[in-house]
C-alpha cells in the first residue's frame, strides 16, 4: 500500500477514487515517562520516550487507514494529512488521527 501526503503519484495515473479513509488512535504516556520528560524539560534536551509513543500512535493510525484503504480495493491512499492532539484531563493522552483519499493506480 502506498501512502503519500502529495495528491498524486508522479508517473503513476489514479484510475479509481475509492473515497476518503481515516486512521485514528490514542495512546496513553504513563507516569514514568511523564517524570522523565519532565526531567528532560528542565534540564533541555530531546524525550526519545515520547517520541517513540509519538511513533507508535502515528504508525498505527496510518496502519489503520491502510487497512481500511485496502478493504475498499485501493491500493494507494493520497491527501494524507495527519493531526496531533492531546486529550484527557491532564492532557495526559495523545490522540492521533490521519486522513487521505483511498485510490487505486496503475
Same mark, same amino acid.
Do not use: H, W
Given at each position: 500500500?502506498?501512502?503519500?501526503?502529495?495528491?498524486?503519484?508522479?508517473?503513476?495515473?489514479?484510475?479509481?477514487?475509492?473515497?476518503?479513509?481515516?486512521?485514528?488512535?490514542?495512546? #496513553? !504516556? $504513563?507516569?514514568?515517562?511523564?517524570?522523565?520528560?519532565?526531567?528532560?524539560?528542565?534540564? &533541555?534536551?530531546? =524525550?526519545?520516550?515520547?517520541?517513540?509513543?509519538?511513533?507508535?500512535?502515528?504508525?498505527?493510525?496510518?496502519?489503520?487507514?491502510?487497512?481500511?484503504?485496502?478493504?475498499? #480495493? !485501493? $491500493?494507494?491512499?493520497?491527501?494524507?494529512?495527519?493531526?496531533?492532539?492531546?486529550?484527557? &484531563?491532564?492532557? =495526559?493522552?495523545?490522540?492521533?488521527?490521519?486522513?487521505?483519499?483511498?485510490?487505486?493506480?496503475?
Amino acid at each position: 500500500m502506498l501512502l503519500t501526503t502529495t495528491p498524486t503519484v508522479e508517473g503513476r495515473r489514479i484510475v479509481t477514487y475509492y473515497g476518503v479513509v481515516t486512521g485514528e488512535t490514542i495512546i #496513553g !504516556a $504513563n507516569v514514568m515517562r511523564d517524570f522523565m520528560a519532565g526531567i528532560r524539560d528542565f534540564f &533541555g534536551g530531546r =524525550s526519545g520516550a515520547y517520541e517513540e509513543v509519538l511513533r507508535e500512535a502515528k504508525d498505527t493510525a496510518l496502519e489503520e487507514m491502510a487497512q481500511e484503504a485496502q478493504r475498499l #480495493g !485501493a $491500493n494507494a491512499v493520497v491527501g494524507i494529512d495527519l493531526d496531533y492532539e492531546t486529550v484527557g &484531563g491532564s492532557g =495526559s493522552m495523545l490522540m492521533v488521527t490521519c486522513s487521505g483519499t483511498a485510490v487505486r493506480i496503475e
